[in-house]
């Protein structure tokens, strides 16, 4: 993914992610932990937490370059109250453009 990525914002955990206008398509969010400028298909320095508002269209449309093959299991991290079943198996995605700010 990093070569891939060559040089920009690797986010590799996204602390939460809401609708912002669902009928627009706009998502809302935070990045979290392991974010990181890339230079070079190498991690070059850690970033701090960055909110991010875009439109799901455009990630999932023409701005999306590629999904990983790989998927990775996210539980619901409001588990600890009660059981919960909610969960999400999800690719990694490679997009040319993603609104962030520091």
Known sequence: MLAALDRGVYASNLWYCNFSDGAAGRLTGMTRFAC??????????????????????????????ALTAQREFLANPLAYRERNTDSARLPGALVKEFRLVL
Request: charged letters at 15%.
């Open 36 to 65: 990181f400028w890339v230079d070079g298909g190498k991690i070059v320095a850690p970033l701090n937490v960055m909110r991010f508002d875009d439109s799901i269209y455009l990630l999932l449309g023409s701005n999306l370059l």
